[in-house]
């Protein structure tokens, strides 16, 4: 968020969360299904090499589990953070 009045720039999840998009999505990637986690918004990818990539924020702490087929990861995002998982 820019402040006219104080100059300055303030990044919140959002600004994070696309950073991550830039840093580990790579060009030719896919966008793929993926269910909605509540109060999480996210998108996931397929990257050309077969590498899953999902971005996810979170304004307040959130807990979930991440399940791709039979695998599966409890993870957790502390308030105001993004977080991107690669497998």
Same mark, same amino acid.
């Given at each position: 968020?820019?402040?006219?009045?104080?100059?300055?720039?303030?990044?919140?999840?959002?600004?994070?969360?696309?950073?991550?998009?830039?840093?580990?999505?790579?060009?030719? +990637?896919?966008?793929?299904?993926?269910? *909605?986690?509540?109060?999480?918004?996210?998108?996931?990818?397929?990257?050309?090499?077969?590498?899953?990539?999902?971005?996810?924020? *979170?304004?307040?702490? *959130?807990?979930?589990?991440?399940?791709?087929?039979?695998?599966?990861? +409890?993870?957790?995002?502390?308030?105001?953070?993004?977080?991107?998982?690669?497998?």
């Amino acid at each position: 968020t820019w402040n006219r009045k104080t100059r300055t720039l303030t990044k919140n999840e959002e600004f994070w969360a696309f950073s991550h998009v830039g840093h580990f999505v790579n060009p030719g +990637a896919k966008v793929v299904a993926s269910s *909605a986690i509540p109060g999480v918004p996210s998108i996931a990818f397929r990257n050309k090499n077969g590498q899953r990539v999902v971005v996810c924020c *979170a304004d307040k702490e *959130a807990q979930f589990v991440l399940q791709d087929g039979k695998r599966y990861a +409890a993870i957790t995002i502390p308030a105001g953070c993004a977080a991107t998982l690669v497998y």
